[in-house]
């Protein structure tokens, strides 16, 4: 386990954009935010971003990711539509613009914003894209994890109800959290795992494919067959689709690992395609979970590890 420090961020890279470009195109006024209730109190919110996770004790609510900041308004009207307590506790799995974006308006309305050290460090200090080299500034103080944690597990208690933070280092990011909430048999792993697609593995954030199939393997020892798993991005998920996901992962490290260590170029490994037969369940059209651009990933995520 690592913590980054801001001299080392400036020289490091995120391989992909931030919440400004993201935003790009989206009509939020049109975005409905959608519910489906997990059992035992526990919510999953979808809306145009990373899916939220929320859990209602007799006192206060918990929270697991923000979505986008236009977005602060609708999603609290869906949360009040569960229960009118206040939300004492947000969760961050890491610090993409799609999760975060939210953060400093629910940190105004009282909530405390908790996340691992490298989140609050990414944030504070801005980000690089590795590949166009396009920057991100620095989120505004109130938007910054104001509790963080390093190692082991953080356990957070609201009314009754508690949820058990757990870091994965070199996963999606270095500074992964997934969040178990035992009482209702709820996993969120934020973009560790998505239903739909390939991952958004960002290798200039410290990311690893390796990482990612531990982080898995951590999650599937972690969740039964009546688990339900809440994936950064796409529907509710089970152990079955975790396992099928992970499955996945291994077959594409170790075909492209064969190449990179046979010395294969980046170009060479594109040409040779080897993830063609994958594509067709796994690729998103374009994209970040794209099949080139997954392939890509795997591949600088060797060279950047190496």
Known sequence: MKRITAAALAGAALLFAGAANAQQGVDFSKVEIRTTDLGNKTYMLEGQGGDITVAVGTDGIIMVDT????????????????????????????YHGDHVGGNAAFHKDGATIVAHDNVRIRLAAGTTNAVTGNKTPPVEPAALPTETYMVGDKKLEVGGRVAVLKHVYTAHTDGDTWVLFPDANVLATGDVYGSRTYPNLDWGSGGTIDGMILALETFLKAANDTTKIVPGHGPVATKANLQEFHDMLVTARDRVKKLFDAGKSEQEVLAADPLADLNTKWAAPQGITSGPSFLRNVYNSFRNHN
Request: aromatic share 8%.
């Open 67 to 94: 979505q986008f900041a236009p977005l602060h308004d609708k999603i609290k009207d869906a949360i009040a539509k569960i229960s009118p307590l206040p939300i004492k506790y947000v969760v961050i799995t890491h």
